[in-house]
Nanobody, 123 residues
Framework: EVQLVESGGGLVQAGGSLRLSCAAS????????TGWFRQAPGKEREGVSC????????HYADSVKGRFTISTDFAKDTVYLQMNSLIPEDTAIYSC????????????????WGQGTQVTDSS
């Protein structure tokens, strides 16, 4: 059974930080690109960040560059999203995702999805 289980969401003040975690199971983690999407109320889902398992190449949405950092712990089959300098526009449900083809991930069509975790910036 494939599972992507997110944790670490919550409520923070503007300028604060959160670290999201996504624990993966049920597939060969090392063969997949993993990362995060988000969806704010009334908005379309957008890709936030992803990391390639093959060479560690990272991708970030322009809106989060310099503030968010994605990383992977292969020993734990876990991907993280460190979010700093949070702003109100970051408020959204963040969903972990995985794709065997990074191009499909970048196109918004990953193979697997987590259930999502809420991130709210209070200001």
């Amino acid at each position: 059974e494939v599972q992507l289980v997110e944790s670490g969401g919550g409520l923070v003040q503007a300028g604060g930080s959160l670290r999201l975690s996504c624990a993966a199971s049920g597939f060969t983690f090392d063969d997949y690109a993993t990362g995060w999407f988000r969806q704010a109320p009334g908005k379309e889902r957008e890709g936030v960040s992803c990391i390639s398992s093959s060479d560690g190449t990272t991708h970030y949405a322009d809106s989060v560059k310099g503030r968010f950092t994605i990383s992977t712990d292969f020993a734990k089959d876990t991907v993280y999203l460190q979010m700093n300098s949070l702003i109100p526009e970051d408020t959204a449900i963040y969903s972990c995702a995985a794709s065997q083809d990074i191009d499909r991930f970048l196109a918004g069509h990953p193979d697997y999805w987590g259930q999502g975790t809420q991130v709210t910036d209070s200001s």
